[in-house]
């Protein structure tokens, strides 16, 4: 029974550390700009099929792929500031707007890929399939390794960032009170491009490891961003370490939760938690208080 | 063939229209951003087949489908009382998944993804509907009846209160209306005719799985009411027409098949971004989103 | 805002006046001097994961009739036939707007296809309330025996697997096993089968998992599986890609025990593509002469990788043929009686059909296992 128990905790670190990956850039995004951004579902499928189209049909050098991959999607993400919201901006729209309008942008970028692509899944054949190594009495494969690492590594490489940078700082500004930054010559427009290009990069990341290990189908961008927000939500919206937390959280609730019932249940599990949160706990485990809250 | 093929939109834009002008209760009327509508939907469509394949007359289960529509909307308006903006639109959003999940899983009831097959077309007052022209017909009667009644509640005394908690919650509560009890209500009554909407949904197609009542299934929905303009019926009724109508000539140039879906959804989410950016009132509506 | 009301009805009139006009072209195809046009619709998956055998089937089927075609030709025959295609998209609720477009719009009677099971199925209560002829190819689930009276199939039930599949699994001495299955009308039925076959010669089914259709992950099912500790674990998949990630993920999760697959499991393609993966597997493939040089050729020109299917859609169209030319392409109870009474009909790949009263085949499967990237006989 020890490796059953060893083998769901590590289900459920991996999947832990996918929904930290995807909720992570939404969680930078929101607490920057103040909305939320489904779109970022559909550039983290935007970046697993860019990976797919250079390497799988191009014939591209599997790292070159994985670069134009992540540069790609942070395009995807600064042009979807550029052109939509900021628009939305200028003429004072709602942050309901905002969602209703990144909404749309989710559907419009999934159906373009789906009609680019079509809809049956696809796979990127890097890795050899073979059995994973056991560790603990678990089983888990290189890939699911390089998954966890990642999340490790991108959580702290953000925690640096808005730590230490002046980029960062400029960001926490801007996220604590927009006005006050302004007035200290930060210019709001400029840090929310860059949450954008940066909270893109995270999902192109995110976008091509889940490609690896999930396989590619059109709205996989969909699922995925409900999770993260979920794991966001959990966390606490204002917090982006919270988001960790939540996403590692998930994953167990997920994993364990369906070692008792049917398998077809997980997602069920998710969106339970995420219902029950939004209506008892908004604010999530850690939420920091932040401006426009529930009225 | 051509007369098939025009009933068959009418059908499905009398259908749309009940599903638009309900959700615009709850969005332009009371100003609450409801994206759960579509489990309402759901919820009528599977009440409606089940009943019927049970061996219940259609008038029966057709009401049946919009009660317990809105004994839905009044649980789910109960734990939302207090969410506004965001939070309200992504707890009811929240709401439709866990629906969709429960239709997904519980295969006893539902059968899960494999459906709900061979639904009997409706049989009214002894006569078996079978031809799409006599339901065209069903559908027209009761589409026009939902506007009107529709249109009459927004128009009463009620209907004020409604607009005033859009309006000003604040001022309403302090004015002394009960806006928790005004919300749940509106829910309700939106809620119930998505019920109607999705039990004439399942009798035409006469087939249902829970793919068919996805998040995506909102957009045309939330598209028809944000471009006829918030608060305004009249503006729905175009907007459902046009929602219906525009992706139609796709078929006709070629396109193949696979690539209609898609095509239909960039249309509806371009439409959507554009109006919200250029004419967000919509066609008539009087107000915009909060 | 009057006028803009009005300007809204006469575009939506003039918009509808041009939708009918591109309607008639397409259903006026009863033109040509004196030439018959045999026109059938055709639903097949031609995108989704069912895309791997639909695709196929569509370029069988067209590359079918194309021959049909010739030889009426060549036989003086002035007339052709026409298969107008579908998307089914493998699920009942498309593959049924497929038949609707078809029969409402379109104006055939006669459909070939459902291919997928659960879309044959899903069409079934309208185009029998509409009788329409349904002619599949390759839809196998054993509900469809009883779908209709206008329902008709040249490739056998599942029935037929598994009383090919059940003994031999049985005789390999296994006291439990596991089962892994798709949550869809054809891998269900099939669960159900082999679930009773199991019961009556004891054996003990120690796991029993669905997961849901397309998933992308089984490993929560799999652990489960590992959990039990089976002897023999039986894969049914419905498509292609399920029995690839269904491979993939066994060999990741490291399960040693024998594996059983269903036929999509050792269909060509899927040992072509993911044979390195599935090293000893058994499964069910249907008897016909694959190493008919012709069957070759035009497995080969067609592009096609899946075995027996490829057989039956061909042949299906022929079979067709010869039933439009005795009644038209519209007396659809003329057809029904027709083929009711087919007996030894004997196709150019897929062998002798003869139809039972419920518009069944019989035939035979036989069991091979991969080895080395390929397909051998099984001892």
């Keep these: 029974m020890m490796s059953i128990a060893s083998q769901i905790l590590f289900n459920s670190v991996i999947a832990g550390s996918i929904y930290a990956l995807v909720a992570l850039g939404f969680s930078l995004i929101y607490n920057t700009c103040k909305f939320v951004n489904f779109a970022h579902g559909s550039v983290i499928a935007f970046s697993a099929y860019m990976a797919y189209f250079f390497f799988s049909v191009l014939g591209v050098d599997f790292g070159f792929s994985v670069l134009f991959a992540l540069i790609l999607a942070s395009l995807l993400g600064w042009a979807m500031n550029f052109f939509v919201y900021r628009e939305f901006r200028e003429r004072k729209a709602s942050s309901s707007i905002l969602l209703i309008a990144s909404f749309g942008l989710l559907i419009l970028i999934e159906s373009l890929v789906l009609m680019s692509f079509g809809a049956d899944v696809k796979t990127i054949n890097y890795i050899r399939v073979s059995k994973g190594l056991e560790i603990f009495g678990a089983i888990i494969t290189p890939l699911q390794i390089v998954i966890v690492a990642s ?31 302004e007035i200290v010559g930060i210019s709001s427009e400029k840090i929310y491009s860059w949450s954008f290009i940066i909270g893109s990069l995270i999902a192109g990341i995110a976008g091509v490891l889940i490609g690896l290990e999930q396989n590619l189908e059109p709205t996989m961008g969909t699922n995925l961003i409900i999770k993260g927000f979920t794991a966001a939500i959990i966390g606490g919206i204002g917090n982006v370490y919270g988001a960790i937390l939540g996403a ?19 997602d069920a599990i998710a969106f339970a938690i995420l219902f029950v949160f939004l209506l008892f706990r908004p604010k999530g485990l850690f939420g920091a208080k932040k401006e426009g809250d529930k009225e | 063939m051509i007369e098939q093929y025009l009933i068959h939109l009418l059908i499905l834009i009398g259908i749309y229209l009940i599903l638009a002008i309900s959700l615009q209760i709850s969005i332009g009327f009371t100003g609450m951003l409801n994206l759960g509508h579509v489990a309402f939907y759901a919820i009528g469509a599977y009440t409606s087949a089940l009943l019927v394949l049970n061996g219940f007359p259609f008038w029966l289960a057709f009401l049946s489908a919009g009660i317990l529509g809105m004994i839905f909307g009044h649980v789910l308006s109960l734990p939302i009382k207090k969410l506004k903006g965001d939070y309200l639109a992504l707890a009811t959003m929240g709401f439709s998944f866990v629906v969709y999940a429960v239709l997904l899983n519980w295969t006893e009831l539902t059968r899960g993804p494999l459906g709900i097959p061979g639904i009997p077309k409706p049989s009214v007052f002894g006569i078996n509907l079978s031809s799409n022209l006599a339901f065209l017909i069903l559908t027209l009667i009761i589409c026009i009846a939902c506007y009107f009644l529709i249109r009459r509640i927004v128009h009463s005394p009620f209907g004020r209160v409604l607009e005033s908690v859009r309006d000003d919650e604040l001022a309403s509560k302090i004015l002394g209306k009960n806006t928790s009890k005004v919300k749940s209500i509106s829910l309700m009554i939106s809620a119930f005719f998505a019920g109607l909407a999705g039990s004439l949904y399942a009798h035409y197609i006469t087939y249902i799985d829970p793919s068919s009542f996805t998040i995506m299934q909102l957009i045309p929905v939330l598209c028809i009411v944000i471009i006829g303009g918030l608060a305004s019926l009249r503006g729905t009724l175009i907007a459902t027409g046009i929602i219906v109508l525009l992706p139609e000539p796709l078929r006709f140039i070629g396109f193949p098949s696979s690539m209609i879906g898609p095509m239909r959804q960039i249309i509806y989410a371009l439409l959507l971004l554009l109006i919200l950016l250029y004419r967000p009132k919509g066609i008539y509506g009087k107000v915009e989103i909060e | 805002m009057k006028q803009n ?8 009139a003039v918009f509808l006046a041009g939708c009918a006009s591109g309607v008639k072209t397409d259903t006026s195809s009863r033109t040509g001097a004196a030439e018959t046009v045999y026109r059938i619709g055709a639903v097949a998956p031609l995108t989704g994961e069912g895309a791997s055998y639909g695709q196929p089937t569509q370029r069988v089927v067209n590359k079918a009739v194309a021959d049909l075609n010739e030889r009426w030709k060549a036989a003086g025959k002035n ?5 107008l295609f579908e998307d089914g998209k493998c699920n009942g609720k498309d593959t049924l707007t497929a038949a609707q477009t078809l029969v409402n719009i379109k104006g055939v009677k006669v459909i070939a296809g459902g291919e997928c099971s659960g879309g044959t199925l899903g069409m079934a209560p309208f185009t029998e309330a509409n009788k329409i002829l349904v002619f599949s190819s390759l839809s196998s689930s054993p509900e ?8 008709f199939r040249n490739y056998p039930s599942d029935s037929a697997q598994v009383a090919v599949m ?11 096993v596991a089962i892994l299955s798709e949550n869809t009308d054809y891998a269900q039925a099939l669960r159900k089968r082999y679930i009773d076959a199991f019961k009556n010669e004891g054996v003990v089914v120690v796991a029993d998992e669905v997961n849901a259709p397309n998933a992308k992950d089984v490993r929560s099912e799999l652990l489960k599986i590992k959990n039990a500790g089976p002897e023999a674990l039986i894969l049914l998949p419905q498509t292609v890609p399920m029995a690839a990630v269904y491979a993939k993920q066994v060999a990741e999760i490291g399960l040693d025990e024998q594996v059983y697959g269903n036929d999509v499991v050792v269909l060509d393609e899927t040992v072509r593509l993911y044979g390195a993966q599935m090293v000893g597997y058994y499964g069910p493939v249907g008897v016909f002469d694959s190493e008919d040089e012709g069957f070759k050729a035009m497995a080969a020109e067609t592009d096609c990788q899946i075995g027996f299917y490829c057989a039956t859609a061909y042949d299906g169209v022929f079979l067709l043929g010869e039933i439009l030319e005795r009644c038209g392409d519209s007396d659809t109870d003329c057809m029904r009686d027709a083929l009711y ?20 085949i019989m035939a035979n499967f036989e069991v091979k296992q991969v080895q080395g990237g390929k397909l051998v006989k099984a001892e």
Aim: no cysteine; glycine share 10%.
């Design chain 3, 144 to 151: 469809i025996t009883k779908a209709g009276d206008y329902v």
């Design chain 1, 151 to 181: 999340s490790i590594v991108v959580s702290i490489g953000l925690f640096l960032f808005m730590k230490k940078t002046k980029l960062g700082k400029a960001m926490r500004a801007v996220s604590n009170n927009k006005d006050v930054a």
């Design chain 3, 79 to 83: 007339q052709r036939l026409e298969a």
């Design chain 3, 166 to 176: 059940a003994p031999f699994i049985i005789g390999k001495g296994h006291e439990n």
């Design chain 1, 248 to 266: 590692l959280l998930l994953g167990l609730a997920e994993n364990f939760g369906i070692w008792y019932l049917p398998s077809g249940y997980k």
């Design chain 3, 5 to 12: 009301s009005i300007v809204i009805v006469l575009a939506l």
């Design chain 3, 341 to 360: 009474a087919t007996k030894d009909w004997i196709g150019k790949y897929a062998g002798r059909v003869s139809f039972d009263s419920n518009g069944d």
